[in-house]
Structure formats: C-alpha cells, structure tokens
C-alpha cells in the first residue's frame, strides 16, 4: 500500500496514532500520548461528550493510576468516596433485614479490602465529570476530540518491510466528519452494552483520509474497529436483566451512602451513592421485553426500574421526587475480543474488548487501565528507544487479565442476581456467600491484585531480593524522606508515568564502607559506555532521559548528606531519599521492611506504568539489568 495513494482526491493527513472513540479509554490514551508528545489524534462520532450517566466507579488502583499523570487531585475534589459496604438479607414477611443492625454487625464490611491500597475506597462521579478531567488535560496539551467524525474503511499494509518499520505510516484510514443532521441521529447511548447504529453516510459528508502509524479502537462495545478486523466477541449473554437508576430519592433506609447490596424476595439491588446527593440504584428486573434478543427500551420507563426498588427496600420506604438524571436497561453479557491488536498496529481496547456487568465497578476502570499499559509502550516504541515486539506485549498482559476479569464476573454476577436462601429455596444464595466471594476477590477488584505473568518484560528471577515485592505487581505504596531536607514523599509520587523506566537503588546504609563501595562500582558501571544505560539512551540524549534513577538509603537523617551517592546517580539533588522517620507524625521510615530488602540492598526496576519488572541484587545488579533490557531495548551503541 502506497502511502502516495489517494481516496477519490480526498484531504489527508499523517499521524502517529490516531484514537477512535472518546470515552475513558480513548481519553486515558490520548491524554498519556499528548503529555509524551506525541502525534495524537482523538475522534468520536457524536457531537459531544455525554453530560450524565454511564460508568461512575474508579477502584482504588485506578486512583493511583490517574495521580500517576497528576489527574487524581480532582477527581477526589469532584468525587464521592465509598468507605463502607453493607449488606442486607430477605425477612420472612418478603421484605428485608439488615444484619448490620444486629449486635455483630456481620451485614457491614470495608469496602476495599486490599491491605496495600494507597486510597482505601472507591470513588463514585458520573462518566462524564471524569472524562471532562481528561478533556482539560488534552487541552493543556493542544489536544481536543475531533467531533463529530467517525471512520468508514480501515486498511491495513501487507508488506513485510513497512510493517517492520515503526516510523512507517501501514494504517489507511478514512473518515467521514458529519454534517449536523447525521451528528443530530446519533444517540447518546444508555449504557456501555447498548448497540450504537452508525449514521447513513452520503455525498453531504466531508471525507479525508489518515495516514497512521498505530490506531487503537477504544469505540465501545459495538466497537466498529474490532468488527473492521474481524475479531470476534466470545462468550454469552445472560438471562439477568438490570434497570439502573441516577437520582436524588428520599428515603429512611440507614445505608443509603454506603454501596449496599439487598437480597430480597423482590430481586436483588445495589446502592451506590454518588456525588452530591446523587445515588444509583441497581434493580433486578424479571418482567422485561426482548427485541432480536436485546431489551426493547421503548417498552420500558424509569419507573418501572423505581417500583421494583420501592418493593425490594421494605419495611424501608423510598420514593423519588427528583428528577431522573440518567436511567437505563441492560442485559448482562461478558465476552472477550477474539484478539487485541492486528499486526501490532491496530488496537482495540476498553468495552471494545471486553464486556461484562457493571456492579462491580469493573468496566470504566478495566478500559482505562488497558490503555495505560498501552501507551508507555507506543511511546516506546515511537521514540526508536524499543523494539516492535514490546507492543505483543499489551495483548498478553491484557487479554490474560480480561480473561480473569469475565471468569470474575460470571461467580459474582451469579451469586448477586441468584435467588436468595430462604426456607422454600434451600439452594439459593446466602449472606455469608456473597460476602465470602466480595472479601476473596477484593485485591482483584480494587485493582491492586493484578498480576502480569512472566515475559520480557516482567523478570521474577530476582523476587527473593524484594520478598514484600511482587514481580508483575504494581508498586507498593510507602513513604521515603528527601535526603536533602526531610521532606516526605510518597514513593509512588517519585514514579509517575512518563514513559521512562525508574531505577530504585536500596543502597542500604553509605556509612557502611561496604556498601559505599558497592554504590561506587554500580555507579561506575552504569556510567560506562558498554552500560545499559548508555547503550540504550540515543545519542545526544541527557543520561535520565530513558532511565529516572533514585537511590533510597538506610542512613539515619541526622548523619545522612546525598552528596554521598555518586553524583552519575543523583541528576539533580532530589533525586536521594533515605527510610527513616520523618519529623514530624511519624511518617515513612519502613520501606525496606515493606519491600522485604535485606540491609545489603537490591535494584527495583519499575515500568513507566508502574508494574515491577524485575529485582536484582544490589552487588552485581548490572549484568542483571542489562540482561533485561537488551530484550527489548535498542542499544545504540
């Protein structure tokens, strides 16, 4: 495929990536390409964002994830926080009981309960105050979604030698930007599972096509992308209907700000209360209409959804006097995309690839979390600093996890829209099931628990050197001092997403002449010209431009002075800290416990997304590093 061919002398342009769909995952991944500067474009078939409703939960890794680009301040200026999960149980008389309101308290539970998470809750805000954050941090960097456009042919070069180039241009795409009445035809879907009908297309609309190096097609579950290359949605579809609800109700029921699951003889609810005095309930439906296999919504009000909740909250009573914000029907489906990527140059990511239920606050969190660990990679990769391969490594890692993510959701959608035991159902579900699979699945949830197996990038030879670390895990939060003036900092502050790789080097203690002797040969090490770190650092680039190196100690701070780490090691001053107690309220001071490193030290190397690649020993740590990285680093030397 020629990059001189034309369509029908139509507009073009080049692009390193372009993004189709403007959701979480289109936005996670324009706003991580932008801020690397790269050559992003971001477009999106309806005329604007949405104002309301859709996904409105982000798990406590997320959070990190998001204060990794410096997004996390607002969303919990914005947000609501879910501390505290209830649940509640059928009475005999067909409403409900709270165990929470007896004497142990066994109907209340934490609702995360991941030991390590850096924010212990949830935060609830409708989808499109979250995607308006990334919206104002694409526009900080020149960047705003192109509306309304949506693409109509995608072709893909079948030559070896193109597809082998990263800073070749093999993805033809042509777009169509619409004029106000077929823009105007679009709906503003209910909800993620919803069909989204492409508009007709005619001579009125404008059409241009564009030349990119990558595309990624985070456009929804009806994903056009994902159908263009063939991939299929495996899995089923469920016989669980849902109607959700987004309103400020008026209610005696205790619980109402705390995420509540009811069991009731009436069908199961959730309650997840949200900003403001927003709540959104969740209501098991039974009386639904299918249209060619999909709820026929035409058939259907938001009051059906508020009457089934009226019936499943007593002997509390809600009503709803408020207007509706946001409501909805679905059908619970959990498939997985067939595959992740065409060629390593086209992605599909999000709901593109992975549907499932929405109660446990899984979906918008699952898509933002895929393009994150897409796009260090991408920049990787476009930069010329890594190999093509290294893009393999995003359907690996995230296909596995989606995969664990249906297997998830199938036991827990099961159990909380099953029938509840009762003395006439003697195999229904019971309270200390449910509760059983909630607390058993809570690091997987929360999002802390995710695993990335071993593969080039994620090396466990090294684990026994960092025992409280998990190879393939993010990185545990905990708190160091600046070497320089005490200052506490936040480990993973020290490690956001900027697409380099961080070098954590646990000295031990410098007044240890053994142990400065080992920091001056690792230093010197780096430093030389067959070193990793050279080798891989294109020439005429500053020596931390592909690695940030920090180097955490063990000297006490009324002795400690960081001009003791070798200045290769500390680009700037704030780059030693020391795990010692701060001055104040007690702060830090158990790092090298936390991470189970011995006094003799280890090098922690942490992913620009901030999963832990790999652990070496402190003393002779070099070979293993360059081992690592010379499998999918260029060295350019």
Known sequence: MSHSATANGANESRV?????????????????????????????????????????????????VLQSYGLAERLLREGNQMHMTAFYNP???????????????????????APTARYPFEVTLHQGAIERIFLDSLAQNGVSVDRPVQPVALELSEDPKELADPQSYPVKVTLKRLTEEH?????????????????????????????????????????WVRKTL???????QTDYYWGVVDTIPETDFPDIRNRTAIHSNNGSC????????????????????????????TKSCAEQVMEVARKSFKPFTISFPNPVQWWTMYIIGQRVASNFSAKERVFIAGDACHTHSPKAGQGMNASMNDTHNLVWKLVQVLRGWAHL?????????????????????????????GKPRTEDNSDGVTHEEFLEVFQTFGQFTSGIGIHYQESAIVDSSGQGHAKGLI???????????????????????????????????????????????????????????????????????SFDAVFDILTIGTTKKDICAYTEVPARLRSHWSKVFIDDLSLHHGLGGKTYETYGISPGGAVVVVRPDGYVGMVAPFDGSSQHLDAYFSRFLHSDK
């Open 16 to 64: 390193d990536v372009l993004i189709v769909g403007a959701g979480p995952a289109g936005l996670m991944c324009a706003n991580g390409l932008a801020r690397a500067g790269v050559s992003v474009r971001i477009i999106d078939k309806r005329p604007e964002a949405i104002p309301a409703g859709q996904a409105d939960g982000i798990q406590p890794r997320t959070i990190e």
């Open 230 to 236: 063939g991939f299929t949605m495996d899995g089923e």
């Open 270 to 297: 959730m309650i997840i209360p949200r900003e403001g005095d927003t709540v959104r309930l969740y209501v098991q439906l039974t009386e639904v209409e299918l249209k060619a296999g999909r709820l026929d919504k």
């Open 389 to 417: 391969d290294l893009l393999k490594t995003y359907e690996d890692e995230r296909r596995k996890y989606a995969q664990d993510l249906i297997n998830f959701d199938k036991k827990f959608s099961a159990l909380f829209s």
């Open 91 to 113: 009475s005999a008389s067909g409403g409900i009981e709270a165990s929470v309101l007896s004497v142990t308290r066994t109907g209340r539970a934490a609702d995360v309960t």
């Open 471 to 541: 190879i393939g895990q993010r990185l545990i939060p905990s708190i160091v001092l600046r070497a320089a003036d005490c200052r506490p900092y936040q480990i993973q502050d020290l490690t956001p997403s900027d697409a380099r790789f961080k070098l954590l080097i646990f000295c031990g203690d410098l007044k240890d002449a053994d142990q400065q002797r080992k920091l001056d040969s690792f230093a010197r090490e780096l430093d030389s010209e067959t070193g990793f770190v050279r080798r891989s650092t294109p020439e005429g680039m």
């Open 183 to 223: 823009a105007a035809n679009i709906p503003i879907e209910q909800h993620v599972n919803a069909p989204l009908n492409s508009p007709p297309i005619d001579g009125s609309d404008e059409t241009e096509v564009v030349w990119a190096k990558y595309v990624v097609g985070a456009d929804g579950a009806h994903s």
